[in-house]
């Protein structure tokens, strides 16, 4: 039998406001909260339960969507409703803003760390999804592309675990995958099925399959082809469709680590939560 999960601690990460989204830092150390309350929150171990470390609260207007942590751990980064994406420089005595990227036109839903550090993706209520070189020693970050694959508000961005393959789902009920073609970044797949809006979407650790949970309570599992033929490593299929076992959308999934299964993860409020959640 699997072992049971019990309660270790509960926190009132931000009392006041809806809480977010969270984010562990890579050596798992810390957690990032953020909220409506426009404040991003650092979470540290202390005894038996969890403390509230540093408040972010002097970079965003408006709620705070997504959080992010850089594959080194010394840069969080924020999207924010209020058309931004902060980056936090962590150091000894806390947490600094070095950057404030803006362009998007509308609020920024979602932002993700390449797994190299060296891009950041962000995306937008604007429909479009941006691309950001990262100069960490510099502190600058250059925005490279701007993708307006979607035809609609773009809810979530993630990339491959180990290329630079990006994957971004939307309010326009598809999956849209980018790479890099010769200096320029270029939508190379949309993965369609989904009947309603896409929610978000999860690599599997070997990059070779995806997940993605709509607002149609379904999970899609889509694979990468094995042809050999032109254009066969752009090639994606759904292979699996998870359905009857949820009543409403599926916000959120990840992928088990250990199993390789996706868990998918929906409200947990009786209530509808339209037009509140965005």
């Known amino acids: 039998m699997p072992e ?3 309660l270790l601690c509960r926190v009132s990460a931000h009392p006041e406001s ?57 840069f969080l980064a924020s999207a924010s409703f ?19 990227l803006e362009g998007h036109e509308n609020e920024v839903k979602s932002v993700a760390w390449a797994p190299s550090g060296s891009l950041l993706a ?17 502190q600058e970050f250059e925005c490279v592309s701007v993708l307006s694959a979607h035809s609609q508000d773009v809810k979530h961005v993630v990339w491959h675990p180990s290329q630079e393959l990006l994957a971004s789902a939307s309010y326009d009920d598809t999956v849209r995958l980018y790479r890099e073609d010769e200096d ?41 082809s094995q042809g050999h033929g032109a254009g066969s490593e752009h090639s994606w299929q759904c292979v ?4 009857g076992y949820h009543g409403r959308s599926i916000y959120d999934v990840a992928w088990c680590h250990l199993t390789l299964s996706p868990c998918p993860q929906v409200s947990p409020v009786p209530v509808p939560m339209s037009p509140g959640v965005t």
């Open 184 to 224: 320029d970044w270029v939508c190379c797949a949309t993965l369609e099925g989904h009947t309603s809006t896409v929610w978000a979407v999860a690599w599997e650790r070997s990059g070779q399959r995806l997940v993605s949970c709509s607002d149609d309570r379904t999970l899609r599992v889509w694979q990468r």
């Open 240 to 243: 699996c469709t998870l359905s």
């Open 18 to 74: 809806r809480c977010w989204a969270l984010a562990w830092s890579p050596s798992g150390a810390l957690l990032a909260s953020c909220g409506g309350d426009r404040t991003v929150r650092i979470w540290g171990r202390e005894g038996s339960g969890w403390a509230c470390r540093a408040v972010l609260a002097d970079g965003h207007q408006r709620t705070v969507r997504r959080v992010a942590w850089s594959p080194c751990g010394q």
């Open 82 to 100: 209020d058309g931004t994406t902060c980056v936090w420089r962590r150091h000894e005595h806390g947490f600094e803003v070095v950057a404030t």
């Open 122 to 138: 962000t995306c937008s209520r604007d429909k479009s999804v941006w691309v950001w070189e990262v100069d960490e020693e510099e």
């Open 4 to 6: 049971a999960l019990s």
